[in-house]
């Protein structure tokens, strides 16, 4: 990991070299308003996707997905994967992030091509070797759905 936290778009076309070590995971969904997260302290590590579910999506995923992030001093390096179909899409990102209570404020160092961000509005539970992302686009001008990632840390 470099100390610009992954700010320089590789030949490859890549934001960073983490390496995806997680399983694969089909998404659930459900109706209703995304939790928000209870905050926590959110320590250096390697984390993997366990689970992820989207709110008011019109369908549901059937791909499954997996994702590694590595997260060391405020930088989280990120690569997803779904799989499913005749096609596999990877997804590799880098941001900046800090914590105010119980939101994340992400400030993206590298977004590849045809990436997406989120809308400001996120908040975190981080309790042991978990780590509960809650993500709340409604409303907002981003095309993300709204969602809760679990990871796990390795």
């Known amino acids: 990991m470099s100390?610009?936290?992954g700010a320089e778009i590789t030949d490859g076309g890549s934001c960073n070299d983490v390496r995806d070590?997680?399983?694969?995971?089909?998404?659930t969904c459900l109706t209703g308003d995304v939790p928000a997260g209870s905050g926590g302290t959110i320590e250096d590590g390697t984390y993997v996707l366990v689970a992820q579910t989207y709110y008011n999506v019109?369908?549901?995923p059937t791909s499954q997905v997996t994702a590694?992030?590595?997260?060391?001093g405020g930088c989280f390096q990120l690569v997803g994967h779904s799989v499913?179909?005749?096609?596999?899409?990877?997804?590799?990102g880098s941001m900046r992030?800090?914590?105010?209570?119980?939101?994340?404020v992400e400030d993206a160092?590298?977004?590849?091509?045809?990436?997406?961000?989120?809308?400001?509005?996120?908040t975190f539970t981080a309790v042991g070797s978990k780590l509960m992302m809650f993500t709340a686009?409604?409303?907002?001008?981003?095309?993300?759905?709204?969602?809760?990632?679990?990871?796990e840390r390795r």
Do not use: F, Q
């Not at 590694?68 to 060391?72: A, E, K, R, W």
């Open 3 to 5: 100390d610009t936290c």
């Open 21 to 27: 070590v997680g399983v694969p995971v089909m998404p």
């Open 58 to 60: 019109p369908r549901c």
């Open 68 to 72: 590694t992030v590595l997260i060391s």
């Open 84 to 92: 499913g179909g005749n096609h596999e899409r990877e997804l590799r």
């Open 97 to 104: 992030v800090t914590t105010k209570g119980t939101r994340v």
């Open 109 to 122: 160092t590298c977004v590849p091509p045809g990436g997406r961000s989120d809308a400001p509005r996120k």
């Open 137 to 151: 686009n409604a409303g907002t001008d981003s095309s993300n759905p709204d969602r809760v990632e679990v990871l």
